[in-house]
């Protein structure tokens, strides 16, 4: 059977998918960058550039927004998918930023045509709903991603390839302006947007993206039937998803193992593994329930250790107790194969290390999260707690050198996310990792 990969077989898995399993931010850049040395494909399926990937190599340090980490290795084909949303400017940005480091995308960085690209005033409506709303504010990155989807949604977008006929874009865009501009107009007073000057800017932007556009449907499905390794990246976490996530906290797009095959064009009989990627602890940015949140004390140690602060915005994450009961449904809803294990190092100098195994809750005691909506902001973490290692890990290579009371906490939560571990890592750069058996 040769379409589904023979991963069963005991062959290289052709179609990986890598997802974040908590919200976001687990460290999938460095993953990404090390499991792309053996693909050929690497591609975005969804988000925008409310992303960002860092990736350590040597000395430099990189932070993609919107472009496959792939692209730091020689040869990578890397895709950005149609489920993707894309703000040309950034993303030009972001091939200018690549080129300036020695690195060549012209070649290697295949759009597709069908992606939705995002406007000035998606940013603008993005600023206005954070700003009016004083209960309920989501926190967003403000890059105008929620209003581009919810025009994807609502049949009103425009896609890269539409940029590539000026009557149609032009009318669209006449369109989407005028109703935009109904709301700003009334929200903030101002004189609006003017679709002329959008238009001329936008032509530009495509003009310069032209090479880069493509089917990539086409390309992926092609790929795969020639047997080659594609790696599908996603970007923030299952969390945040907008189906599975801590709705209304969360993204606008599906950032679930399930997107991969809607924002890439692959079926799901075409995926052979899941992977995902968990930080040691918890973080997470914006606002939202977080049952194990540290104290103010502690989260300033850990915030610091870990360099927790955004890579898009910089804002600082909220930190906490790693929590196995949001993590074991993370396996669930995604199929998640095997697990790696990040910034274990962060934890080196705690005395007592805890994981939350439970939630109490109107009297209950729960192991997976009910649909309530005020479950997540009132449920209490049920703990069990382990002695930390007191020792520097970030030198560590191999298993067996890791510290007696690391593995028992590694050992735990696998345990209690019922996944194999597959990686752990004890620090950014790429051989800071060892296999954990
Ligand atoms: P948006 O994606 O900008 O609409 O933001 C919605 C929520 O997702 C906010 O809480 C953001 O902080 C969060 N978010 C978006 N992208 C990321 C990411 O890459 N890492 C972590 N959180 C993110």
New binding site residues.
């Given amino acids: 059977m040769e379409g589904k990969n023979q991963a069963g077989a005991g062959q290289e898995c052709r179609a990986i998918v890598l997802v974040?399993a908590q919200?976001?931010?687990e460290g999938k850049g460095k993953v990404i960058d090390i499991l792309a040395e053996k693909m050929d494909y690497v591609v975005r399926y969804q988000?925008?550039n409310?992303?960002?990937?860092t990736v350590v190599i040597g000395d430099r340090k990189y932070v993609l927004h919107l472009i496959p980490s792939g692209i730091l290795h020689d040869g990578k084909i890397c895709v950005i998918g149609h489920g993707v949303v894309i703000d040309p400017k950034a993303l030009i940005d972001e091939i200018e930023l690549l080129r300036s480091q020695g690195i060549d995308c012209s070649e290697r960085l295949k759009i597709s045509d069908k992606a939705h690209v995002i406007f000035p005033y998606h940013k603008r409506i993005?600023e206005l709903r954070e700003s009016r709303r004083v209960k309920g504010r989501?926190?967003?990155?403000?890059?105008?991603?929620?209003p581009c989807y919810a025009d994807k949604v609502a049949r009103v977008g425009i896609r890269i390839g539409d940029l590539y006929d000026k009557e149609y874009f032009s009318a669209r865009l006449e369109d989407n302006v005028e109703e935009k501009n109904s709301m700003v107009k009334n929200f903030e007073r101002s004189e609006g947007f003017c679709s002329s000057e959008i238009l001329e800017e936008y032509l530009n932007y495509a003009e310069y993206l032209k090479g880069f556009v493509t089917d990539t449907t086409l390309l992926l499905n092609d790929a795969l039937k020639n047997g080659k390794a594609v790696l599908f990246e996603g970007?923030?976490?299952t969390f945040?998803d907008v189906d599975y996530?801590t709705y209304p906290?969360?993204?606008?797009?599906s950032s679930t193992a399930g997107g991969a095959c809607t924002g890439a064009g692959v079926g799901p009989s075409r995926i052979d593994r899941v992977i995902g990627v968990v930080k040691a602890y918890t973080?997470?940015?914006?606002?939202?329930p977080f049952p194990t949140e540290f104290d103010p004390g502690l989260m300033e140690i850990i915030r610091k250790k870990g360099g927790e602060f955004?890579?898009?915005?910089g804002?600082a994450?909220r930190c906490g107790w790693f929590d196995s009961v949001l993590v074991k449904n993370s396996v669930d809803i995604n199929g998640i194969d095997q697990v790696v294990v990040t910034k274990i190092d962060v934890l080196d100098e705690l005395e007592k290390i805890k994981i939350c195994v439970a939630y109490r809750y109107n009297g209950k005691t729960y192991t997976s999260i009910p649909g309530d909506p005020r479950f997540l902001d009132n449920c209490v973490p049920v703990y069990e707690e382990y002695p930390g290692w007191m020792r520097d890990t970030s030198g560590i290579t191999s298993h067996e050198d890791l510290p007696a009371e690391a593995v028992r906490y590694l050992n735990r939560i696998r345990e209690l996310i019922g996944t194999e571990i597959m990686l752990v890592s004890v620090g950014k750069s790429r051989k800071q990792t060892l296999i954990y058996k």
């Avoid at 409310?50 to 990937?53: R, T």
């Avoid at 989501?138 to 929620?146: A, E, P, V």
């Avoid at 955004?310 to 915005?313: N, V, Y």
């Fill in positions: 974040g919200w976001g931010d988000g925008g409310n992303a960002g990937h993005d989501i926190g967003t990155t403000k890059k105008g991603i929620g970007a923030q976490g945040l996530g906290y969360v993204t606008s797009s973080t997470r940015v914006g606002e939202g955004g890579a898009t915005t804002r994450r």
